[in-house]
């Protein structure tokens, strides 16, 4: 058994000065004040669950392809060292295309499984997705390829208003996947329609949608307005005005904002140009220096930028841990209790990441 004492264990509604034990990779005990075990002391630091993250798509050069064993490890690997302990592999394309690499074998240890940004989304809304990538709604051979590789999906982004679109919805649904409204042109109409379909959650909310209007609200009208919507945002800054994401915060109930990174491969490269792409700091975009081009988010910066813009710290942290749990059903982790896996992190004062606990394991430490 494991025990972190002198923690300021981080829970969904508040934090408490308290003492985790860990036994078999799983949460054993937690406790409120001193610890009646001796243990790892934490000195007051923060106790947080793993961060989890379910829009993700790169980092250091390479790119989730489900084909690229290697490329998709070091991605993994690299989100693990920033505190990520699930995620999804984010991946763009046609159906035709995933099947070659499908039943996808030798999921790195963080990766619970695969999210499809497409293909069946808006041409009009691409955003940084190419648009060979885009298809038209295809529902018989969607459910030929959920038939085969289904156990392997989570999570799916498909634009509501698309011809036949309640047919691909309905029939995510019936495998269990996630559906998420993005890259997308819907009316607030079209999206509240959708939500009977099985539609759960908006797909990087703000971005690649149609926008609020006090005559059209549109998809951001109805991802602020219905309540039973989760919310995905990418907290880095620049894709989103941090005001923004603190009104998102307001109007939301506090289970359904979800912190995603959409991190692309160019994040964690060094500054220079790279094809079409060029990297300055944070800063992705096109050649032109303009248009921004994905993210270099990581977990642990999204939470300390949210604390950073005033957002209270227990809110942040659930956004990146219970919260897309909960959006994803996975009802083993996410939260510190007993019962749960054992995969935390310890943050010091400033957020930053002093150790990883995977299953109660000791993944890294950065001290
Ligand atoms: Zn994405």
């Known amino acids: 058994m494991t025990v972190f004492k002198n923690c300021s264990i981080v829970l969904p509604e508040r934090v408490i000065p308290g003492y985790v034990v860990v036994e078999d990779g799983l949460i054993a005990e937690i ?48 989100h693990l060292s920033h505190g990520t302990t699930t995620l999804l592999m984010g991946v763009e394309g046609a159906l035709d295309e995933l099947a070659k690499h499908l039943p996808y074998k030798g999921m790195p240890k963080n990766v619970v499984g695969i999210f499809m940004e497409g293909p069946f989304i808006s041409p009009e809304r691409p955003g940084a997705i190419d648009p060979n990538f885009i298809k038209p709604a295809d529902p018989k051979g969607f459910e030929e390829f959920l038939t085969e590789f289904g156990e392997q999906i989570k999570y799916v982004a498909i634009a509501p208003e698309i011809p036949m679109a309640k047919e691909l919805i309905t029939t995510a649904k019936r495998f269990g996947i996630r559906v998420s409204a993005g890259h997308t042109m819907s009316t607030i109409e079209q999206l ?48 989103i005005h941090p005001e923004v994401v603190k009104l998102l915060f307001k109007v939301k109930p ?114």
């Open 192 to 239: 509240f329609e959708s939500i009977t379909w099985g539609v759960g959650s908006v797909c990087h909310t703000f971005n690649a949608m149609s926008p609020l209007h006090h005559r059209e609200p549109g998809v951001v009208g109805g991802a602020l307005l219905y309540d039973d919507l989760f919310t995905e945002i990418i907290c880095d800054g620049i894709h």
């Open 31 to 78: 406790g409120f004040g001193e610890s009646p075990y001796d243990g790892v002391d934490f000195h007051g630091d923060y106790l947080v669950p793993g961060y989890i993250d379910v829009h993700v798509h790169g980092a250091v050069g390479h790119s989730f392809h489900v084909g690229d064993e290697v490329g998709s490890s070091k991605v993994a690997e690299y």
């Open 254 to 367: 506090h289970d359904k904002v979800v912190a995603i990174t959409d991190s692309v491969a160019l994040n964690g490269m060094p500054d220079g140009t790279y094809g079409r792409r060029m990297v300055r700091g944070k800063l992705i975009t096109l050649t032109n220096g303009i248009t921004i081009a994905g993210s270099s988010l990581t977990m642990d910066q999204a939470v300390k930028n949210m604390v950073s813009w005033g957002i209270e710290l227990h809110k942040a942290i659930r956004s990146a841990t219970a919260n897309p749990a909960k959006l994803l059903g996975l009802t083993d982790r996410g939260v510190i209790a007993q019962g749960l896996r054992a995969d935390l992190l310890r943050l010091d004062k400033n957020l930053d990441i002093k150790e990883i606990y995977v299953e109660g394991v000791n993944e890294v430490s950065h001290q």
